[in-house]
């Protein structure tokens, strides 16, 4: 069984987003360099679970992008993946969504044989939480998304949680599925010293636009999404009280009382 | 050839441990060094993650990166706090690597592995009550007895005390003479007559274990020596080389400490309407802070460097750790002045990091005795001569190979 984890590169959690005159930037004063999507950490964790656990012959990890989005996959590798993919072509670039889904759904395909698609539930930069849905859909497979537990595999299907608004449901479906996974489904693992030399020896195939049979428009000009007016949302303003009060029990009663107040409860 | 770069491989394994010590430790080390208690999970995680052998080939049991990796993780550590490089000092610089150095294949087996794979922790006993900086005048003693010596003596301020393994224990076989009778032993904790305790009420590295190690009529198999009779010196001083370089690169990671968290403190804080990063007294600091750390880094750097290519570095290393350590405890004082009063509660980590960089310029060689060191150099009153067991060079090849 084959699993195939997409993950991307992303802007570290502690970079500060802002735009000058519509170009976006996402400079760190941390000075950490870009990293794996954080919520493609838990995707590629549990890829590597399904490996150890459940008999996976094969972790794939699959990256659309530049040349730097090797590093992710690095990361990935030095994880525990078994394998690494850039997917890179200057045609690709400006793809919206349903382009990227395109792109996604024909590497798979080329990678050929795989049964589980993973996903992070959604990425830091564009938090639109979209691609295990359109992926699913154009390679005509089911998305299971927003999952919190792999329950059981067996040959033919797979049951798993899904965390909802409202609560959990287990739901079985026929493999092969793609799935997004939330943060709840597990405690992903730094990468180990052996997996950092190995991810940094591993030569990670590129394959470019001519080495897939994409079905149907990619890139700027077949993207659908207008990204011409970009700005950022005025922060919230709000203030904030130090309740005070001589025992905590007390505190917490002015807690209580203004909170009703204010109608939060 | 000048080459200041790293790899690719040097710097991710600096920033797994950068991780590590982020979500596993910062968020409660305040309350460990509070309670002067070790989390107890701190050794075993380093253990499972391979830090407690980040250098040692892997056929002994290590990670097989090389001894530049080693300063870097040291300076991520202790970035985060003291007493995590301090483990990194003992069990690595201090006895790991004197195995590797002067242990027979035998006891690179019996010691190194367990070691290297931190299924045992490691501490290094050559203080005592009475003799530190004079280590020619200790007064524990080794008796040949058959095929084992039986050792008596009193070790203080001892890392690790209560939480290591195996001791590399220093006595004289030869009371009667200075440094010339002093041997070498792997002393393993579980040997009869081996007590240990922690000593409380420390200034810093209060979430680390320091104590005292006691040896009653200990009776330790002859294949435990470690080196030969008499060459005990030789060792201890080589095995320093090694723990001040961790010490020098941990330094280092103390300073980026105190100058991450004073920049971000001095562009938050207004008095009389500005940020006190907008005057040039502030300003000043923070560049001092920033020409320690680069100072410190490319000394330790170098040491780490002459490692690799198997040059003897002791006059190097010293330097690096003398440098490293007085600006570290400078870097911290400064950081609580622009603190203000806050720096000087335990609610921000700055005065933390004064406590803690205080000890490293008294242990591993006082700053006074580095000075000494560095004025022999220049003198010709101090010559390295060639060791039996040199510190093997970083041969990539040796160290990765999977046996
Ligand atoms: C936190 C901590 C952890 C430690 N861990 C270990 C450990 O794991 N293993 C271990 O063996 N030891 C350890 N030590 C002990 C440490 O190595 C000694 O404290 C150190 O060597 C100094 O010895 P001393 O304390 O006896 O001071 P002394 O040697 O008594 O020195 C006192 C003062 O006199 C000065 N002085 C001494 N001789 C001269 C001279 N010739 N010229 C000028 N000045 C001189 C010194 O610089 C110092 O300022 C630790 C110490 C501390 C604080
Ligand atoms: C133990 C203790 C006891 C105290 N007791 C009392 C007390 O009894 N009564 C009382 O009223 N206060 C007391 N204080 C408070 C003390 O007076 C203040 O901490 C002090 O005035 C500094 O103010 P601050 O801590 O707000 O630092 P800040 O004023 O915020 O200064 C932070 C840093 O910025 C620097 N800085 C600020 N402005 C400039 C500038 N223009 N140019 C260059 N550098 C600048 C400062 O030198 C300092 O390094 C006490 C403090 C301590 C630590």
Request: aromatic share 8%.
């Amino acid at each position: 069984m084959k699993v195939v984890v997409c993950t991307k590169q992303t802007p570290s959690t502690t970079a500060v987003f802002s735009i000058k005159n519509g170009i976006v930037s996402w400079d760190d004063p941390g000075g950490k360099p870009n990293v794996v999507n954080p919520w493609d950490e838990y995707a590629i964790e549990e890829g590597i679970r399904l490996k150890e656990n459940h008999g996976a012959s094969d972790v794939i990890a699959l990256a659309i992008g530049g040349e730097e989005s090797k590093e992710a996959l690095k990361t990935a590798l030095a994880m525990g993946c078994t394998g690494a993919i850039l997917v890179s072509d200057d045609a690709f670039a400006g793809s919206d969504a349903v382009g990227s889904a395109r792109i996604w759904a024909a590497a798979i395909n080329k990678i050929g044989d795989a049964k589980i698609v993973i996903f992070g539930k959604l990425t830091i930069d564009d938090n639109m939480g979209v691609a295990a849905m359109m992926t699913a859909r154009k390679l005509g497979w089911t998305p299971l998304t927003f999952v919190s537990a792999i329950k059981s595999i067996s040959a033919d299907s797979i049951t798993v949680e899904r965390l909802l608004d409202d609560g959990k449901e287990t739901v079985t479906a026929p493999l092969p599925v793609v799935i997004s996974v939330v943060k709840e489904i597990n405690e992903p693992r730094y990468p180990s010293f052996m997996g950092i030399r190995k991810a940094n020896r591993a030569e990670i195939p590129v394959w470019k636009a001519a080495d897939l049979s994409v079905n149907g428009g990619t890139g700027a000009a077949a993207s659908k999404v207008d990204w011409s007016h970009i700005f950022a949302i005025p922060p919230r303003v709000g203030s904030v009280e130090m309740i005070e009060g001589d025992s905590i029990a007390e505190q917490v009663k002015i807690l209580v009382d203004k909170l009703f107040e204010e109608k939060v409860i | 050839m000048l080459d200041f770069s790293l790899t690719d491989e040097q710097q991710s394994a600096a920033l797994m441990v950068r991780q590590f010590v982020e979500q596993e430790v910062a968020p409660t080390i305040k309350e460990y060094d509070r309670r002067q208690e070790m989390n107890p999970a701190v050794l075993p995680r380093m253990a499972e993650l391979g830090i407690l052998g980040i250098n040692i080939p892997v056929r002994y049991g290590g990670q097989g990166f090389d001894y530049v990796t080693l300063g870097l993780v040291c300076e991520e550590l202790e970035r985060c706090d003291s007493t995590l490089r301090v483990v990194m000092s003992v069990h690595m610089g201090l006895n790991s690597m004197g195995v590797l150095q002067w242990g027979t294949e035998e006891q690179k087996q019996r010691f190194l592995v367990p070691q290297a794979r931190g299924e045992k922790y490691a501490a290094f006993c050559l203080t005592e009550p009475g003799a530190g900086s004079d280590v020619a005048s200790i007064r524990s003693t080794a008796k040949k007895d058959g095929d084992s010596y039986i050792i008596n003596g009193e070790k203080m301020w001892i890392s690790l005390a209560t939480k290591a393994h195996h001791f590399l224990w220093f006595a004289k076989t030869n009371p009667d003479t200075g440094s010339a009778g002093i041997t070498a032993f792997m002393v393993t904790a579980d040997l009869p007559g081996v007590t240990s305790g922690d000593i409380h009420g420390k200034l810093g590295v209060r979430a680390g274990s320091t104590g005292w190690v006691n040896c009653q009529d200990v009776r330790v198999p002859a294949a435990n020596r470690i080196g030969e009779e008499g060459e005990g010196f030789k060792i201890a001083m080589s095995c320093l080389d090694n723990g001040r370089y961790t010490v020098a690169a941990g330094a280092t990671g103390l300073i980026r400490a105190s100058l991450e968290a004073s920049l971000k403190y001095a562009q938050q804080r207004h008095t009389f309407g500005q940020p006190i990063a907008s005057y040039q007294l502030v300003q000043q600091k923070l560049a001092y802070m920033q020409q320690w750390y680069d100072n410190a880094r490319l000394l330790y750097l170098r040491a780490g460097w002459m490692k690799n290519q198997g040059l003897r570095n002791t006059r190097e290393t010293s330097m690096a750790k003398w440098y490293a350590t007085d600006h570290s405890f400078q870097a911290a004082n400064e950081a609580i002045q622009i603190h203000g009063a806050y720096g000087y509660s335990d609610e921000y980590d700055v005065e933390r990091y004064l406590r803690n960089s205080r000890g490293a310029i008294i242990y591993e060689g006082t700053s006074e005795i580095h000075q000494l060191m560095q004025a022999g150099y220049l003198l010709g009153t101090r010559q390295d001569k060639p060791l039996r067991c040199e510190l093997p060079a970083y041969d990539p090849d040796f160290w990765q190979e999977e046996m």
